[in-house]
């Protein structure tokens, strides 16, 4: 479950930072996939702006989306627990896995139950990792194909 919550956390934000990018007027595949890389953590976005050539205002963009996602998550987590049943470690795993960011994963499972933020947290810990991977290389190159 840990494995297929990754991909779907790493590569949905992504979607969402793009398109968020592509209607507020960024047209080129170097913004477009920095402010998506922003999209999934606030350190893959300027890792990956640095990488592919963005600009300072782009790569300033891209942390302001992992910014936001991060803040949402940590609200949003405690109000959603019961229904996310949020209760076990394989549960805060997963949930890790699609939230993606370490720090609203461990602030949100900590107002919920703090004994299960090392789970949710290592899980999305390798957001980070496959972020900074797959964002500058395979996402960068499928963007650029389809813009």
């Known amino acids: 479950i840990g494995a297929i919550a990754l991909l779907i956390g790493t590569v949905l934000p992504f979607m969402i930072g793009v398109s968020v990018a592509w209607v507020f007027g960024y047209r080129d595949a170097v913004s477009l996939t920095t402010i998506g890389a922003g999209a999934i953590t606030y350190i893959v976005g300027p890792v990956t702006g640095t990488a592919i050539g963005a600009t300072p205002e782009v790569i300033t963009l891209s942390i302001a989306a992992g910014v936001f996602k991060a803040i949402l998550v940590m609200v949003v987590t405690p109000m959603l627990a019961g229904f996310m049943r949020l209760k076990t470690p394989r549960s805060a795993m997963g949930f890790g896995g699609l939230a993606g960011t370490v720090s609203g ?10 004994t299960l933020v090392p789970y949710g947290a290592l899980v999305a810990t390798f957001h980070t990792g496959i972020g900074c991977l797959l964002a500058p290389s395979v996402l960068y190159f499928v963007v650029r194909a389809l813009v």
Do not use: I, P
Request: charged letters at 20%; a neutral charge; glycine letters at 10%.
């Open 105 to 114: 994963v461990s602030a949100g499972l900590a107002a919920t139950d703090r």
